[in-house]
């Protein structure tokens, strides 16, 4: 193969680099995965022989330097479509329970079992053992166990380290490492663990941290769109 029929192949390939690098770019879920998602899909600079400008023929170990540079291009590009595909949020905006009454809210309270005023983390919302709960959002399973004083516990990650909890179950129906949807069944009502009767403990945490689970159990794309802004900023 001549130098200039090789250069004429391998420019091409570079092209088709850049348009799948560019599209992959315009996939992202949120403007902070997009911006990083950009910026990681920036083309590498791959050195070209000084003689190839001129047609000189293109020597052997020229030729594999050249096709080692843009395979490892491809496998980058690999990588940014991975972690773009990762970066999506979905902010819960609907109630846990199709029918349910609020025994206890979001705040400062008199603990019901270990007495004395303290911060209670999420709602609870009582239902008769064996009702239904839902997913709120899409996301990954990250545990379904029993977990301490939670019992038969459920937590979901729906990304930019937003998560749902789901606490006090009779039975669960999915595992960790399940994908579930919003409105996927994911298990019932109970009274495990620390419980009084049974209910569904329902918390709302972002960064670890556990905030009023109220405004994310309205389906709302007002709020969605604020929560997302908040979530995405830096």
Do not use: C
Not at 112 to 138: E, F, Q, S
Not at 141 to 168: C, M, N, P
Not at 181 to 193: E, N
């Amino acid at each position: 193969m001549d130098g200039s029929h090789m250069t004429k192949l391998f420019n091409n390939a570079l092209r088709t680099l850049a348009l799948g690098l560019g599209a992959v770019t315009m996939m992202a879920a949120a403007p902070a995965a997009a911006e990083s998602a950009a910026s990681a899909a920036m083309v590498p600079a791959v050195d070209m022989p000084a003689g190839n400008s001129a047609g000189a023929p293109v020597t052997n170990s020229d030729g594999d330097r050249q096709f080692e540079q843009l395979f490892a291009s491809w496998e980058r590009m690999d990588k940014v479509s991975a972690g773009v595909a990762t970066t999506s949020v979905s902010v819960p905006s609907a109630m846990p329970l199709t029918d349910a009454r609020l025994s206890s809210g979001y705040g400062m309270r008199n603990h019901p079992v270990l007495g004395g005023r303290r911060g209670h983390k999420g709602v609870d919302l009582a239902a008769p053992t064996g009702t239904p709960v839902y997913a709120t959002a899409d996301g990954f399973v990250s545990k379904a166990d029993w977990f301490s004083s939670y019992g038969k516990y459920i937590s979901i990650e729906h990304g930019a380290s937003l998560q749902t909890r789901f606490a006090h179950l009779s039975d669960m129906v999915v595992s960790a490492g399940d994908k579930v949807k919003k409105g996927d069944l994911i298990g019932y009502v109970g009274s495990t663990g620390r419980s009084t009767g049974p209910h569904l403990h329902y918390e709302v945490r972002v960064d670890g941290v556990a905030v009023d689970p109220s405004p994310y159990m309205v389906p709302s794309d007002d709020h969605r769109d604020h929560a997302l802004a908040l979530l995405s900023a830096d």
